[in-house]
């Protein structure tokens, strides 16, 4: 049972996954429907004639439409948080015995427009995300209408300009969803350990070549403190796009079972170690001729954070030097 935690773990991504697409779709159909709306206003006016009364209506259907799609967009954010959150604490609680079911005070926090994620609160995260969206397309209407474009050609630069902004959208959804699967994974682990048998956590990162510099560094680091005592940099998500997890440290027991790699799952092993193993053409590519020349000259190592004259630092020195990263 013990394996187990650190399994489930590891392999919450798949169930995680299965919250990735209804709210993915949310994002489409709300956003689908505001463009349907943008691009017929848009279609009334011929680009060359547009006039600055018309200018202004356009501009006007496009910051309302966005509004609306946003506005209704995050109360389904909220909801899949909560699913997404108990589904997640109910896979701890199934496995060990602590409380059945997610505190309510943790839930609410957890879909609380004020929750900090990645250093802004969920509403903030969502508004920004909609400014910028409403932003490009204006700048997409408003340039193909300096350029005299014809209206065709305007409507298709306000649909490429949104197809990037839904992708954007897309990526903060995620991290908010994400943000509350490790929430709610926090406070099953902050239960587990009355039961004694979590000792620290691991940062499990993944192995191939997106994994970020910060991920790289602390893959397979343990700090033996309590979930809810340890160092802010040290939780995941750290930063958009994140893939580490922390994996419970279960006492008297060393290793985590397996490590998923661009070659599938692999034995345990640290990112420092893995990337030891693959070619000269993939390290230079992940770290950059720069690093990658200091890489092979021994002056730098990925998993130790060494500083420029290779003494190892302690955990808490790594904090000041990532900022300086
Ligand atoms: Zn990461």
Redesign the pocket.
């Known amino acids: 049972m013990v394996n187990s935690i650190a399994q489930l773990g590891l392999m919450q991504e798949t169930l995680f996954e299965l919250y990735k697409s209804p709210a993915v779709n949310d994002v489409e159909l709300a956003m689908q429907d505001a463009m349907k709306r943008i691009e017929l206003k848009a279609l009334q006016f011929d680009g060359s004639d547009y006039t600055k009364r018309q200018l202004n209506e356009a501009r006007n259907a496009i910051a309302s439409e966005l509004d609306i799609a946003y506005k209704n967009l995050f109360p389904d954010l909220q909801a899949e948080s909560a699913a997404v959150a108990t589904t997640i604490y109910n896979s701890y609680a199934g496995l060990v015995s602590i409380n059945k079911t997610i505190s309510k005070a943790v839930l609410e926090e957890i879909i609380s427009s004020n929750q900090n994620i990645l250093g802004y609160t969920f509403k903030e995260l969502v508004n920004v995300t909609k400014d910028d969206h409403e932003r490009a397309i204006r700048v997409a209407l408003a340039s193909g209408v300096a350029d005299g474009s014809s209206t065709a050609k305007i409507v298709r630069n306000i649909k490429d300009a949104n197809t990037r902004n839904v992708k954007q959208l897309n990526t903060n959804v995620y991290t908010i969803l994400k943000q509350s699967r490790e929430n709610a994974t926090y406070s099953a682990y902050a239960e587990m350990e009355k039961l004694d048998f979590i000792d620290g956590y691991t940062s499990i ?1 993944v192995l191939d070549g997106r ?2 510099e ?2 790289r560094n602390l893959d397979n680091v343990t700090i033996y403190k309590p979930v809810r005592e340890l160092p802010g940099y040290f939780l ?4 958009f ?4 997890k922390l994996a419970p440290h279960i006492e008297d027991s060393e290793e985590v079972p397996f490590r998923s790699s661009i070659e599938g799952q692999v034995a345990n092993q640290s990112y420092g170690q893995w990337f030891k193993t693959q070619s000269p053409a993939f390290q230079k590519n992940v770290l950059g001729n720069k690093k990658y020349n200091l890489y092979k000259q021994g002056r730098y190592t990925i998993g130790s954070l060494a500083d420029a004259k290779g003494k190892k630092l302690s955990i808490e020195q790594i904090n000041d030097v990532l900022k300086n990263l």
Request: a positive charge; one cysteine or more.
């Open positions: 990162g994994t970020s910060i991920c995941t998500p750290r930063h796009s994140c893939r580490s």
